[in-house]
């Protein structure tokens, strides 16, 4: 039985630097695209970043383009979320997901085929 959880948020000053980790265990996500999702308070889930399979395609929201890194290592079943110059309206709960498709919809999230247990990052200003 497939286990995914995301880890490794927590509070971070603006402007400062924080890694996610996403976690899997009980089934191979090898050939899964896995894509990071979050949601702040009062505010709709918004896909931010995916990853293929390979690790060859990755895709970022404007919003954090060009500040977070989105990376996996196969071998060790987990996928990253460097998170750089952070700002307070990054302030959410962090989730991952994983589909078995790398699709130019995915950060709808409405295609991911597992959730993952999220991770609260609280940036303060």
């Known amino acids: 039985q497939l286990h995914i959880e995301a880890s490794g948020g927590g509070l971070v000053q603006s402007g400062g630097s924080l890694r996610l980790s996403c976690t899997w265990s009980?089934?191979?996500?090898?050939?899964?695209?896995l894509a990071w999702f979050r949601q702040a308070p009062q505010k709709e889930r918004e896909g931010i970043s995916i990853?293929?399979?390979?690790?060859?395609?990755?895709d970022y929201a404007g919003s954090v383009k060009g500040r977070f890194t989105i990376s996996r290592d196969n071998d060790k079943n987990t996928m990253y979320l460097q998170m750089n110059n952070v700002k307070p309206e990054d302030t959410a709960l962090y989730s991952c997901?994983?589909?078995?498709?790398?699709?130019?919809?995915?950060?709808?999230?409405?295609?991911?085929?597992?959730w993952g247990k999220g991770t609260l990052v609280t940036v303060s200003s």
């Open positions: 009980g089934f191979s996500l090898e050939n899964y695209a």
């Open positions: 990853i293929s399979g390979s690790g060859l395609d990755v």
């Open positions: 997901a994983a589909d078995r498709l790398y699709t130019v919809g995915w950060a709808s999230g409405d295609g991911m085929d597992y």
